[in-house]
C-alpha cells in the first residue's frame, strides 16, 4: 500500500527564519511526487512535481528536491502569506494521488 | 489557464435528503475528474476516479449507491451525495485532469457539506 508521511505535522517560523518541510514517501512506481498548498477552506494550489532523485524546483522562496525516498520544501526568508498547510502526494502505478496529512506552517511577522 | 470551479460551495442539507456537488473545468477538457473527502487536519482522500462517458470507478470502502458519480461531459462532473447522514458531512473537493503530458491534477475550491 502507498504511503506518503509528512512531518513536522505544524511548524511555527519567525518572518525571516529558513526551514525545511518533510516527506517520506513509499509509493509503488512511483510517477511523481506533487506538493501543494492549501488555504483553510479551499482546495489545493498546485506548486512543484519532481519525478526522479535528484530533481530540484524552485519558485519564489520556495524549493522543492527528490531523493529515493524523500522529498524536502525548503522555504526561504519566509513571509506572513506563505503561511498555510503544504500538502505532499505521490502518484503511482495507477495514476491516483496518495497525500500526506500536509504541514501547517505558521509564520509570524 | 487549469482553473476549475465547484458549486456549491457549501451547502447545509437535513438528514435524508440529497445534495449535488458540480464540478467544472473551465478553459480546458478533463479527460479524468477525481472527487476527494477531507476531514478535519486529516488528508485528502480519493473516493472515486471517474473518465468522461464511463462509469466511475470507486475506492474501497466508497459506497457507490451512496455517492453517485457523473461524469456527462469532458468539462462537467457532478457528485451526488444520497440520503445524506450527519456522518457524510465533511470538505468535499474535485480535481480534474487533462490527460495530457504530466496529467498534472488541478483542483477546485471545494465543498463544504454539513448534514444536520
Known amino acids: 500500500e502507498d504511503q506518503v508521511t509528512q512531518s513536522p505535522e505544524a511548524l511555527r517560523l519567525q518572518e525571516g527564519e529558513s526551514s525545511s518541510l518533510n516527506c517520506s514517501y513509499t509509493v509503488s512506481g512511483l510517477r511523481g511526487l506533487f506538493w501543494y498548498r492549501q488555504d483553510p477552506g479551499k482546495g489545493p494550489e498546485f506548486l512543484f512535481t519532481l519525478y526522479s532523485a535528484g530533481e530540484e524546483k524552485e519558485k519564489e522562496r520556495l524549493k522543492a528536491t527528490l531523493t529515493k525516498k524523500e522529498s524536502f520544501l525548503h522555504i526561504t526568508a519566509p513571509k506572513p502569506e506563505d503561511s498555510a498547510t503544504y500538502l505532499c502526494?505521490?502518484?503511482?502505478?495507477?495514476?491516483?494521488?496518495?497525500f500526506g496529512k500536509g504541514t501547517m506552517l505558521l509564520v509570524s511577522p | 489557464g487549469a482553473v476549475v470551479s465547484q458549486h456549491p460551495s457549501w451547502v447545509i442539507c437535513k438528514s435524508g435528503t440529497s445534495v449535488k456537488i458540480e464540478c467544472r473545468s473551465l478553459d480546458f477538457q478533463a479527460t479524468t475528474m477525481f472527487w476527494y473527502r477531507q476531514f478535519p487536519k486529516q488528508s485528502l482522500m480519493l473516493m472515486a476516479t471517474s473518465n468522461e462517458g464511463s462509469k466511475a470507478t470507486y475506492e474501497q470502502g466508497v459506497e457507490k449507491d451512496k455517492f453517485l458519480i457523473n461524469h456527462a461531459s469532458l468539462t462537467l462532473s457532478t457528485l451526488t451525495v444520497t440520503s445524506a447522514h450527519p456522518e457524510d458531512s465533511s470538505f468535499y473537493i474535485c480535481?480534474?485532469?487533462?490527460?495530457?503530458?504530466?496529467?498534472?491534477?488541478?483542483f477546485g475550491p471545494g465543498t463544504r457539506l454539513t448534514v444536520l
Open positions: 480535481s480534474a485532469a487533462s490527460g495530457r503530458a504530466g496529467n498534472e491534477q488541478f
Open positions: 502526494a505521490g502518484r503511482g502505478g495507477y495514476s491516483t494521488l496518495t
